[in-house]
């Protein structure tokens, strides 16, 4: 096989004008009303101390929770999290009381990653579950190895041994290789799957990790390129490697308009088509959109509200992602614990969104599309800035303008207190080191701009 593998493939939105009738338009329940057993609501067996639904790993038997517990947010002492106070260390008492409470209430999959947290996360989920019998959780992490200086074999292989070393164990319950279909250094999204896991040879090492019980289940997560996707789900019908699970962002938005909200993203709709059909179980990430979805305009809400009077936004977008059939965990990064207390009662047992509710959200989507906000998810790999720039913060500042109805005013008022005046958007200068980081693939310089003609405009009609 050459170093780049030529893809043939039919434009995905070529693809959607062909099915148009079956897709385009529907989302999870009404495709599962179409394809049948492919999309349906599946609820397990409940745990033993808790209502927490569950779902079984068809590979390995694994009673997995369907709240699984992402360690991407983790809290810092300073408060907040480590992508809002990056010089902050982890509160080491928070975390381990977060991970107490979600044991104790069903919660048994936990999702790390060496890059997590300005890389402690994987330290710290190390120190607050190892005070747990092993059998008690399961631990997910990846192979982060995103920097060209790192993708050497022997680089990538001491990333893997210093992930047991710090999550203090001899086994990884669920590897991935992390963010497959991204760019780095230059390097198109195919160049850089080759040069991470295929010309050194680490694929075929994890393989063999896997044999040696090192690994239980080897699978992937995805952004960006769909033909890097494509690629390795072919390669899982045509046995060269088996993917045990796919970890893909979902949720009521990326259903239909992940293309709209970023042209380089991929509709979740035909993710999950592709993994369901092979029966591959499915991990969520995103299911609140980096946390946009958790704030919504009152409109919205208000539609949400009629709909159930208790429900909040949070909840009904956990609820959406852990309908389908074949989901065996959907990933939320906590930092408080009313939050995890939330997601827990949401999901103890999941009640599975209903045809009326599904039509309602899609209808919400494509308002939530229509108010083009960043699609920034916080994920933090564009961080640090080289100017000192919170990228994650100004754009979630400037997302909470569209999303809460703030004055222009009141937006001023708060940017200039919240975010130093050094490290305003209008500070970039475009250097693009971030763009080569960002999952999403957001031209980061470009929505720079925006937030800060945004901000002057404003300035001007004072």
Request: hydrophobic fraction near 35%.
């Amino acid at each position: 096989m050459s170093h780049v593998e030529n893809e043939t493939i039919m434009d995905r939105r070529e693809f959607f004008k062909h099915t148009a009738a079956a897709v385009a338009g529907t989302s999870v329940l009404l495709t599962a009303c179409k394809k049948g057993s492919m999309h349906s609501a599946e609820q397990g067996e409940e745990g033993a101390d808790s209502n927490m639904t569950t779902r079984v790993n068809p590979n390995t038997g694994d009673v997995v929770s369907l709240l699984g517990f992402g360690m991407m947010r983790l809290p810092v002492v300073a408060g907040g999290t480590a992508r809002e106070n990056p010089d902050s260390q982890i509160d080491q008492e928070a975390v381990n009381a977060l991970v107490d409470y979600a044991l104790a209430h069903g919660v048994n999959y936990f999702d790390t990653s060496p890059v997590y947290c300005q890389s402690e996360s994987e330290q710290a989920t190390g120190i607050a579950l190892s005070r747990h019998p092993r059998k008690n959780y399961f631990i997910a992490t990846k192979l982060s190895n995103f920097s060209p200086d790192i993708w050497s074999r022997e680089e990538s292989i001491a990333m893997f041994e210093r992930s047991l070393d710090y999550l203090k164990t001899d086994y990884v319950d669920y590897l991935l290789l992390h963010s497959i279909g991204g760019s780095s250094a230059g390097k198109d999204a195919m160049q850089t799957f080759y040069g991470r896991y295929m010309d050194n040879g680490i694929l075929d090492w994890l393989v063999e990790q896997k044999a040696k019980g090192r690994i239980r289940n080897l699978g992937f997560s995805y952004h960006g390129d769909v033909r890097i996707f494509d690629m390795l789900l072919r390669w899982h019908d045509e046995g060269k490697y088996h993917w045990d699970f796919v970890q893909i962002e979902l949720n009521y938005v990326d259903w239909n308009y992940a293309d709209e909200i970023n042209p380089r993203n991929t509709d979740a709709s035909y993710l999950y088509a592709e993994i369901a059909k092979r029966g591959i179980p499915g991990v969520v990430m995103e299911p609140l959109l980096g946390g946009r979805l958790a704030k919504q305009p009152a409109p919205i809400v208000q539609e949400m509200k009629k709909a159930d009077i208790n429900a909040t936004p949070a909840s009904w977008a956990i609820r959406y992602a852990g309908t389908p059939k074949g989901i065996l965990s959907v990933l939320s990064g906590m930092t408080y614990m009313e939050h995890l207390k939330e997601n827990c009662i949401t999901c103890s047992p999941l009640r599975p969104i209903t045809q009326e509710e599904d039509a309602m959200l899609m209808r919400l989507a494509k308002e939530i599309c229509d108010l083009k906000a960043v699609p920034c998810t916080a994920c933090n790999y564009c961080m640090p800035c080289p100017y000192g720039l919170n990228i994650p913060v100004i754009f979630g500042y400037f997302n909470n303008c569209l999303t809460e109805n703030v004055s222009s005013r009141r937006w001023l008022v708060g940017y200039n207190r919240k975010i130093e005046r050094i490290r305003q958007a209008d500070h970039c200068i475009g250097c693009n080191h971030c763009i080569v980081h960002c999952p999403q693939n957001i031209d980061i310089p470009a929505e720079m701009q925006r937030v800060d003609r945004f901000a002057e405009q404003i300035k001007m009609s004072l």
